[in-house]
C-alpha cells in the first residue's frame, strides 16, 4: 500500500529525522509506525509544515519526505491507499483529499469551541478518526457523539531498537521526570523538598522534549524557561536535581533504564491521551508512579497510579510514598520491584512499532474488506464510471457468482450485475468504439491539433536523438507531424486502422511539407477478438528492414484488455536502447463528454499512478510525468500519464495489482436529482445545466406543464412523468416532492426548483463519500431587483434511505420521519449555494403569495396541524396580510388589529421562549406586530467581548422590541447566558472512570 503521513509539527531536520535530537511523542509515534510500515514493504511518504531544505528525500529506512506545499500538486495524480493527518483536520478542509481510506490520527484531547467546530467542519472527508487509547476515544465521542460510528484506537509505541543493549545498573536513589512541564513538574517540585527530607541520596533527573509549540520568544518556549527558573529555585533551596535538556531517544532510554523510579505526578487538569514515557519506562524496567488521570491506567497497567486531587494532602503524601517504598526496592532488588520490572516489559512488547504497523496494516486491510464486501454494487458503478471495465467485469462476474443461488427471484443487484458483464466483454472487444466511431471522433484538421496539443510538446524532446520514430494508433497523425516539424530529419512511420485517419494524416503531412518524412500505413495494431497483437502487426514487423530507436504510443494501450503483450510485442520491432513513450489518460474522460454527444465505451483499464508503477516499473530507465488537464465539471482532476523508458531485452511489462484495486476502491455514491416543475420553459433550461453533470439520474414529476417544459427535461435525460396539480394533492408541495422522491433510487437525493441554479456544482460530490453526515445544507439566496438579497439555509441534499419525507402543503421542508423531526447530522456546506430567481419583483412575489401560497397555507394548517414551522409561516402570514390592509386603508384597521393580535398570540403560545429553535426565525414578525400595534418598548442593545481585550473593535448594535420589562429581562438573560457560557473555562473528564457514568453524573468525576 501507498502511504501519506501529514504532520504539522516542529521543524524536521536531519537531525531530527536521524533521531539525534528530541523530538515529542506524537511525532515519534507518527515516525516510528511510518518507518515500520515502510519496513513491512509499504510506500511511505511523511509530507510537513515544517522541513529543513537538505531534508527532502528518503530517509535511511526508505521513508520519503516532502514539504506540506508539496502534497496538493501531487494530490492532483496521485490516489494515495491511506492518506493519515496527524492532528491537522484542516488537511481535509478545501481541495478533496484523493485517498481510498482518508484517516485523522488524533493525539490530543478534543476541546470544545474551535477545534471542535474544525474538526466537524472536515468530518465529511473523514472514513476513520485513530484515538490513542479508549479514554481519549471516550472524551471525544463525548463532546461529539455523531464521530463515534468512525473510531477506531490504537496506540502510540516506541523503537526497541534504541534500548540499550544490555540492562545498565540502576542507581536506587535516581528518580527521572520525563515530560512537558506544564503537565506534571508543578505537582513533582512542590513534594520534591518532603520526599528528599526522608531520603537525602534522591536525586532528580529532569528532562523533556521539543514542542510545535516552542516557537521562541512570545510562545511557549518562555513558559518552559518560567519552569526552568522554579526548577532551579528548588534545586537552590533543596538540591539533588539534575536537569537533562532534551535528549535524543537512545541518551533518554538510557538514563530512564538507570533510574529507579519515573516519578510523573500528573496535574489534575490534564489528561494524557496516552503518554509515551509511561510506555517507555516500562521498556525501560523502570517502574512509574504517576496519577490516575486519562489514559495513564490502559498505557501504564504495572505502574502505581495514585488517585484524587494532586493539591491534596492525601495524593502527595501517597505518591511519596509510592516513590520511597520503589526506591527501597530497587536497593534490596525485591521481588515486588523485579515484577513490577518484568510486567512493564511483557507489556512494552505489545506497543513495539513492529507490532503497532502489523495492527495498522490488518485494521487497514480489514476496513478496505468490509467496505468493499458491503458495497461491491457501488465499486462496480465506480469502476463503470471509470472506464476500467476490466476490472468491472471481475467484480460483475463476482456478484453473479456469489448470488446465482437467488435466480429464481431476479432482483436489482443481480440484473445490474449481469448487464454490467455483458456490457465489459462488448467494450473489452472493442464493439462500442470501432474503427468507423474512431475515425469520426478524431480532429478534423491534424495541423491544428500539432500546433495546440502541450501533451506532444512534453513528449517531444524524448525523440531528439531519435532518426526513426514508430507512431502506433497515430490517429490523425497529429502527434508524427508535430514530430517531423520539431525534428527535421527524423522519420515517422504512423500506423492505424481507421482509413478517415490515415486519408487525413497523408493530407495534413502534405499540406505543411513533412509528407515526405512521414509514411502513414492503415493497419490493425490490436486484434480485440483475440485480445492480442493482430497478424497485420507482425506483417509490418517482419517487414521492417531496420528497427526502429522510437516508439510513440499515444492513448491507446488504455483500449487494450491484454496491454503486457502489446507492451511487450510492441519492442520486437525497436532496437536494443530505443527511446519508448507511452501516454494515457488519468481520470474519469468520460465527464468531458457533452451533453446530447453519444458516449461511446473504448477505454478498458483505467491506469491509476500506482498502476503505471506496476506495469512499466520493470523496464528500464522508467519514469513517469503527470500532465495535468484541469478539472471535470465533476470536478474530477483530469490529465495524462506521460511514461517513458529505454527498450532493453528480457525486461517483460508487469501486470496491475486487480485484486487489490477492486477491494480498495471507493465505492460510487449516487445522487439523484429530484424536481416538481410547471411550465418552465423559460427557466428550466438553466437549472438542469447546473446539476446535469453531477446527477446520476433526474427525476422530474410535472404537475400539468402545456409549453416545452417537458421536451427541455428529456434533453437532459431527465426521467418525467405526470403529477396532478399542486392544488390537488391532498399534502399539497410536500405531497408531490413525495412522489418525486419515491421514484429516485440514488443514494443521496437533491431537490431544486426549476427557478433557482446549483452554485459551483461541481464540488457537490465530494462531500458524498463520507459517513457522519446524513444531510448538507445549502444556502439559498433569494435575488430581488427591487431589494437586497434574503437568504435562507435549507437541508437541500440528504441521504436516501426511506426515513426522510417532505412535510408542509407549502414551504415544505424534509424532515426525518416526523414533521417536526430535523435531518441530524447536517453540515452547512460554506462552497456550494443555490441562487432564486422566482421572486424578482414585488409583483410576482405577490402574485405567488396571494393565488398559490394561501390557500396551500391555510390547508397546511390542517393537514400538517403539529407541524411547528408551520406556525412560523402563519404568524409571517399575519403580519403581511395585516401590513396589507394598512397600506390600502392609509391606517390601522380594526382587521389590520386583528391580524397583528393574531400574530402576537401565536408568537407567544409557541416561540416565547428564547431557547426555542425557531425564536428566532419567528421574533421579527412578533416585533413588527408590537411596533404596529404600538405595543411596548424598543430598546437599542450592544453586547460584546473577547479575552485579552476588544482591541478598537466595537459591538454591532441591535434593536429589539418587547412587551415588558420582565420580557426584556428574559431575553437579555438569554444573551448575557450565551456570551457567559464561551467565556467559561474549558474543564475536561480527566476521571477515566468518569466515562462510565451517564452524562448527567460525570460533574462528580471532573477532578
Not at 518532603?194 to 512570545?218: E, W
Not at 513528449?459 to 526513426?468: G, N, Q, R
Not at 478498458?604 to 495535468?628: L, M, T
Request: aromatic share 10%; charged share 20%.
Amino acid at each position: 500500500m501507498t502511504f501519506a503521513f501529514i504532520v504539522d509539527s516542529v521543524p524536521f531536520t536531519k537531525a531530527v529525522i536521524a533521531g539525534e535530537t528530541s523530538l515529542g511523542g506524537s511525532e515519534s509515534a507518527c515516525l516510528g509506525l511510518a518507518r515500520s510500515l515502510r519496513a513491512r514493504g509499504h510506500g511511505v511518504h511523511i509530507f510537513t509544515t515544517q522541513l529543513a531544505a537538505d531534508a527532502q528525500g528518503p530517509d535511511h529506512a526508505g521513508v520519503m519526505w516532502h514539504g506540506y506545499d508539496e502534497f496538493m500538486p501531487m494530490n492532483q495524480f496521485i490516489e494515495w491507499d491511506v492518506v493519515v493527518s496527524l492532528r491537522m483536520f484542516a488537511a481535509f478542509a478545501g481541495h478533496p483529499v484523493h485517498a481510498r481510506l482518508r484517516l485523522l490520527w488524533n493525539q490530543d484531547l478534543l476541546v470544545p469551541g474551535q477545534m471542535q467546530l474544525g474538526v466537524m467542519a472536515t468530518a465529511w472527508a473523514l472514513d476513520h478518526l485513530c484515538y490513542v487509547s479508549d479514554y481519549h476515544r471516550a472524551q471525544w465521542e463525548a463532546l461529539q457523539p455523531d464521530l463515534a460510528p468512525i473510531g477506531w484506537v490504537t496506540r502510540n509505541g516506541f523503537d526497541p531498537g534504541d534500548l540499550p543493549v544490555a540492562h545498565p545498573t540502576k542507581d536506587p536513589h535516581r528518580i527521572i521526570h520525563s515530560s512537558r512541564p506544564e503537565r506534571g513538574l508543578g505537582p513533582l517540585l512542590e513534594m520534591w523538598p518532603a520526599l528528599k527530607a526522608r531520603k537525602p541520596d534522591a536525586t532528580l533527573r529532569i528532562c523533556r522534549y521539543s514542542s510545535m509549540y516552542d516557537q521562541g520568544p512570545g510562545s511557549w518556549t518562555d513558559v518552559c524557561a518560567q519552569w526552568d527558573a522554579k526548577v532551579e529555585a528548588v534545586n537552590q533551596a533543596v538540591g539533588g536535581i539534575t536537569y537533562l535538556g532534551e535528549l535524543h531517544k537512545r541518551d533518554l532510554y538510557r538514563e530512564i533504564s538507570e533510574a529507579a523510579v519515573m516519578w510523573y505526578p500528573g496535574v489534575s487538569t490534564f489528561a494524557e491521551t496516552n503518554c509515551i514515557a509511561a510506555l517507555e519506562a516500562e521498556a525501560c524496567g523502570t517502574p512509574f508512579v504517576g496519577s490516575y488521570r486519562g489514559a495513564l491506567p490502559e498505557t501504564s497497567p504495572t505502574g502505581i497510579l495514585i488517585k484524587g486531587d494532586h493539591r491534596s494532602q492525601d495524593y502527595q503524601a501517597a505518591s511519596i510514598d509510592a516513590v520511597m517504598s520503589l526506591m527501597d526496592g530497587c536497593a534490596s532488588s525485591s521481588f515486588e520491584y523485579r515484577k513490577r520490572q518484568k510486567d512493564g516489559r511483557v507489556h512494552a512488547k505489545t506497543a513495539t512499532y513492529t507490532v503497532l504497523a502489523a495492527n495498522w496494516e490488518q485494521q487497514i486491510e480489514r476496513w478496505f474488506a468490509e467496505r468493499y464486501q458491503g458495497h461491491k454494487s457501488a465499486v462496480l458503478r465506480q469502476l463503470l464510471h471509470e472506464d476500467d471495465h476490466v476490472a468491472a467485469k471481475m467484480v460483475a462476474d463476482e456478484i453473479v457468482a456469489l448470488t446465482s443461488h437467488e435466480w429464481g427471484v431476479r432482483n436489482v443487484v443481480i440484473d445490474e450485475a449481469v448487464n454490467a458483464s455483458a456490457f465489459c466483454d462488448y467494450v473489452i472487444a472493442g464493439k462500442d468504439h470501432d474503427a468507423e466511431h474512431y475515425g469520426k471522433a478524431a480532429i478534423a484538421d491534424p495541423v491544428a491539433e500539432a500546433d495546440a496539443s502541450g501533451r506532444f510538446q512534453a513528449v517531444i524532446p524524448s525523440f531528439a536523438s531519435a532518426t526513426s520514430v514508430l507512431d502506433v494508433a497515430c490517429g490523425n497523425g497529429s502527434f508524427a507531424i508535430a514530430l517531423a516539424r520539431a525534428h527535421p530529419t527524423v522519420r515517422i512511420t504512423g500506423l492505424d486502422y481507421a482509413e478517415a485517419n490515415i486519408l487525413r494524416a497523408r493530407e495534413a503531412a502534405d499540406r505543411v511539407g513533412v509528407g515526405d518524412r512521414c509514411t502513414f500505413i492503415q493497419a490493425t495494431i490490436y486484434d480485440f477478438d483475440q485480445q492480442r497483437l493482430h497478424a497485420d502487426w507482425y506483417a509490418f514487423a517482419e517487414a521492417q528492414l531496420v528497427r526502429f530507436d522510437g516508439l510513440f504510443v499515444g492513448e491507446f494501450i488504455e483500449h487494450c484488455g491484454n496491454y503486457g503483450a502489446v507492451i511487450d510485442g510492441l519492442e520486437t520491432a525497436l532496437s536494443d536502447g530505443a527511446s519508448v513513450v507511452y501516454t494515457c489518460p488519468h481520470g474519469a474522460y468520460a465527464e468531458l463528454v457533452p451533453r446530447g454527444t453519444p458516449l461511446k465505451r473504448g477505454h478498458v483499464h483505467r491506469f491509476h499512478y500506482d498502476d503505471v508503477g506496476a506495469v512499466w516499473g520493470p523496464k528500464a530507465d522508467f519514469r513517469v510525468q503527470y500532465f495535468a488537464g484541469g478539472m471535470s465539471p465533476r470536478g474530477t482532476p483530469i490529465g495524462n500519464w506521460l511514461i517513458q523508458y529505454t527498450a532493453r531485452p528480457l525486461r517483460p511489462a508487469g501486470r496491475r495489482p486487480l485484486e487489490a484495486r477492486i477491494h480498495r476502491t471507493r465505492p460510487l455514491p449516487t445522487l439523484s436529482v429530484g424536481m416538481i416543475v410547471k411550465d418552465a420553459e423559460n427557466d428550466l433550461g438553466r437549472c438542469l445545466a447546473s446539476v446535469y453533470q453531477v446527477a446520476d439520474e433526474i427525476v422530474i414529476g410535472d404537475t400539468g406543464s402545456t409549453d416545452g417544459t417537458k421536451a427541455i427535461a428529456e434533453s437532459y435525460g431527465a426521467t418525467v412523468f405526470d403529477l396532478g396539480p399542486i392544488d390537488a394533492q391532498p399534502e399539497g408541495f410536500a405531497g408531490a416532492r413525495n412522489a418525486v422522491l419515491a421514484r429516485c433510487t440514488g443514494d443521496w437525493f437533491h431537490w431544486i426548483d426549476a427557478d433557482e441554479q446549483l452554485m459551483h456544482g461541481y464540488l457537490l460530490r465530494r462531500y458524498l463519500d463520507g459517513q457522519v453526515f446524513n444531510g448538507f445544507v445549502l444556502h439559498q439566496t433569494h435575488l430581488y431587483l427591487d431589494g437586497p438579497p434574503t437568504f435562507d439555509i435549507p437541508v437541500r441534499v440528504f441521504r436516501h434511505t426511506g426515513r426522510v419525507r417532505f412535510y408542509g402543503c407549502i414551504h415544505e421542508q424534509p424532515q426525518d420521519g416526523d414533521p417536526n423531526a430535523d435531518i441530524y447530522p447536517t453540515l452547512d456546506v460554506p462552497d456550494l449555494a443555490i441562487a432564486h430567481t422566482g421572486y424578482l419583483t414585488a409583483e410576482s412575489r405577490e402574485t405567488k403569495r396571494l393565488n398559490r401560497n394561501l390557500p396551500l397555507l391555510l390547508r397546511d394548517a390542517h393537514v400538517f396541524a403539529e407541524r411547528v414551522l408551520g406556525k412560523v409561516l402563519q404568524l409571517r402570514e399575519a403580519v403581511i396580510q395585516a401590513d396589507m390592509l394598512r397600506a390600502q386603508h392609509g391606517g390601522l384597521t380594526s382587521r389590520a388589529q386583528q391580524g397583528y393580535a393574531h400574530a402576537i398570540r401565536i408568537f407567544l403560545d409557541h416561540f416565547d421562549d428564547p431557547a426555542h429553535k425557531y425564536h428566532t426565525l419567528a421574533r421579527p414578525w412578533y416585533e413588527a406586530a408590537l411596533r404596529h400595534l404600538g405595543i411596548g418598548w424598543e430598546h437599542e442593545i450592544a453586547l460584546a467581548g473577547k479575552l485579552g481585550g476588544l482591541q478598537g473593535q466595537h459591538a454591532r448594535p441591535e434593536r429589539i422590541w418587547v412587551r415588558d420589562g420582565e420580557e426584556f429581562a428574559r431575553v437579555m438573560a438569554f444573551k448575557v447566558r450565551a456570551m457567559a457560557q464561551g467565556m467559561a473555562p474549558v474543564v475536561f473528564i480527566t476521571n477515566p472512570d468518569g466515562f462510565a457514568a451517564p452524562m448527567e453524573t460525570r460533574e462528580e468525576a471532573i477532578a
